[in-house]
């Protein structure tokens, strides 16, 4: 697998730390354009921007071009569909600021318009990318002053041999990678199942019952998984989690038995 041109997106916004870290680890060897959301938009989803006009605009973030999408990631993807003429041969989601685990996924932006990327075609295999960060770093806005420094300490020594090994190894043959990296910086790696549990990654919702308001807030990460062949017990941890994941949900074992079952109702 050798990727030539990458499209950079996420939900954290086009300029974000997680995009210009990839930006910083792959530029000197593949094309790379951005089609990402233009202001922060964690934990949307795949949530498209139906009832809502909106727009997008050409931006450069640290020398490489793209757009910024007013809308979601998965509008991101949508306007990137007819905005970009050529096809891309990878999509890199993040790096996220804040973990995307087992049933998590489901509320992510980062997976979301990772997919929906996916789905619309816009190149045969796909990553997502995420970090155990404070909840502090989770919803921040970023602009590119940001100094980089920190950032590429935790990751410096490790983006550019894992993606060396991701695509000598063809992404082990899936489409789709789930990647988390622990809130310490590691070099250790496990292969691991998606959590099924989101309480044994969060914290319950946190109800007033008199008024009925609900925050989750001070409800977000507590991992109480321990088994490291889950991603969530893997960053317990320290290890960086990678899940080989499907595109596809349809339980085929079932699907080939039924497929020609005949029903009436």
Same mark, same amino acid.
């Given at each position: 697998?050798?990727?030539?041109? +990458? ?26 354009? +951005? ?27 640290? $020398? ?37 685990? $087992? ?59 894992? *993606? /060396? ?34 309480? /044994? ?31 969530? $017990? ?17 339980? *085929? ?11 009436? +109702?």
């Amino acid at each position: 697998m050798n990727p030539k041109r +990458i499209l950079l997106t996420g939900d954290d916004g086009y300029n974000s730390i997680g995009i210009r870290l990839l930006i910083n680890a792959l530029k000197d060897d593949h094309e790379l354009h +951005i089609a990402a959301t233009k202001h922060q938009q964690s934990g949307v989803g795949g949530k498209i921007s139906v009832y809502t006009d909106s727009s997008w605009e050409e931006i450069e973030v640290d $020398g490489v071009p793209g757009i910024a999408v007013e809308g979601t990631p998965a509008d991101a993807a949508e306007c990137a569909s007819v905005h970009f003429s050529e096809k891309f041969d990878l999509i890199l989601s993040g790096i996220n600021l804040g973990l995307n685990v $087992g049933a998590v996924i489901i509320s992510s932006g980062t997976y979301g318009g990772m997919t929906r990327g996916f789905a619309l075609e816009l190149a045969p295999k796909a990553i997502a990318l995420s970090w155990n960060v404070p909840y502090e770093l989770m919803l921040k806005k970023h602009d590119e002053s940001e100094n980089l420094k920190e950032y590429q300490e935790h990751f410096h020594k490790i983006l550019k041999p894992l *993606f /060396k090994k991701i695509f000598a190894e063809n992404m082990w043959d899936v489409d789709i990678l789930n990647i988390n990296f622990p809130e310490k910086p590691s070099n250790k790696i496990r292969f691991t199942k998606m959590s099924k549990s989101v309480r /044994k990654v969060f914290e319950p919702l946190e109800v007033d019952r008199e008024t009925r308001k609900f925050s989750y807030k001070t409800s977000l990460l507590n991992i109480t998984e321990d088994n490291p062949r889950y991603d969530a $017990g893997a960053l317990k941890q320290g290890y960086i989690s990678i899940t080989p994941c499907a595109f596809d949900p349809t339980h *085929f074992t079932t699907f080939e038995k039924l497929e020609k079952t005949k029903l009436k +109702i």
